[in-house]
């Protein structure tokens, strides 16, 4: 088969051209920071995509709905473990007397307090002691 000059030229207009528009095409896709412009242009992607948006808004309004829930319990039991933690402090403060006495005086005073009590007489309603 014979190549003329002109079956050259021609080959060389299209592979030029062809580069030209892939080129044009990832210039495009570069400043537009998007990787099709039409679902013509790759339509897996054009799905892939709108299955992706889809579920990002359902994460988003799951979230909006849910952390709300969420954050409340959470709120009050941070109060009820600080409040726990304040009580236990407060407790502790109030048993540090306690611990400058010896076993001796300790005794001493547990003796005293429970026979002063099992002295106690108790009235009832109607009366009676017991």
């Not at 013509?40 to 992607?45: E, K, M, Q």
């Not at 407790?91 to 400058?100: T, V």
């Amino acid at each position: 088969m014979r190549v003329t000059n002109s079956m050259i030229s021609n080959s060389a207009q299209t592979h030029i051209g062809n580069a030209k528009s892939s080129l044009l095409k990832y210039e495009e896709q570069f400043t537009s920071e998007k990787k099709i412009q039409r679902p013509s242009d790759d339509p897996t992607v054009a799905v892939r995509s709108l299955k992706y948006r889809s579920t990002i808004s359902q994460i988003k309004q799951y979230v909006e709905k849910n952390v709300d829930d969420c954050e409340r319990p959470c709120r009050n039991a941070a109060g009820s473990f600080r409040s726990g933690k304040q009580q236990q402090n407060q407790r502790k403060n109030l048993a540090e007397p306690w611990r400058a006495f010896d076993a001796a005086e300790r005794g001493r005073y547990k003796n005293e307090l429970v026979g002063n009590s099992a002295k106690e007489e108790y009235v009832q309603a109607d009366g009676n002691k017991i």
